[in-house]
């Protein structure tokens, strides 16, 4: 019996070998115009799959039953060229969460004894780093950008109306908290070619969202940024924000 394929399947497969990606080994990325382009100037086209590192262990998903580098290998595979990173803000303003808890301590801290042999098997060379960095030099070396993503504030599943990390001034949601995670994370990162760049911040939703405010606030971010963190924007990419 012949297998079927289903519509969705096709229309997936035809989008996905349509899409023309330019590799951006040649960096620093930066904008012209409209585009992003590569430091020859060829624009480069983002295609990117989203991996969760804001949940309670704070370590990317998947860990425990493949190896990093197979998972990075497969996401090139499948036509991405990009990884929207997720991670919680606590994982910057915890000191103590970000450079002295490691992945093991991390497991064991919520009982995941199972999971935990998983990254014994599969990635043992990360059981004693820290959180912060298990999985971004992986995809570098596969040739797969990474932009990090503020997820929320404390770890855990998002999202709803009701969330107390849902909107600036929640209560937990601290905007001078917000931009110092910001700052230590670009500052981490900042020499890291294949992190290209930051999603401020995730799904700003809730009962206190205002349009005036979501734009004061990541407007000043965006400034915070650029004096504080030595974020390489150009003059005229902080003017078209402004």
Known sequence: MAKKIFPLTILLSLLL??????????????????????????????????????????????????????????????????VRLTWPLELMINDTLAFNVTVKQSFERYGLDHELQGIYTHNPSIVNTPLINAVVYSLGRNDVMVIL??????PGWCCSNDDPDAFFGDPKFNPDLWMLGLKKMAT???????????????????????AKDWYTYVI??????????????KHQEIMHVN
């Open 17 to 82: 070998s349509s899409i023309s990606l330019t590799l951006a080994t040649d960096y620093p990325l930066s904008t012209k115009s409209r585009w992003i382009v590569n430091k020859s100037g060829h624009r480069v086209k983002l295609a990117c799959v989203n991996w969760p590192s804001h949940l309670k262990p704070v370590v990317a998903e998947g860990l425990s039953s493949q190896p990093m580098d197979s998972i990075s290998k497969k996401i090139k595979e499948m036509g991405f060229n990009c």
């Open 220 to 233: 000043n971010s965006i400034f915070f940024l650029y004096h504080n963190a030595h974020v390489k924007l």
């Open 188 to 210: 981490i990162f900042m020499d890291v070619n294949n992190v290209i760049g930051m999603s401020l911040r995730n799904e700003l939703r809730g009962y206190n969202h205002t």
């Open 149 to 154: 993503d503020n997820h929320k504030t404390v």
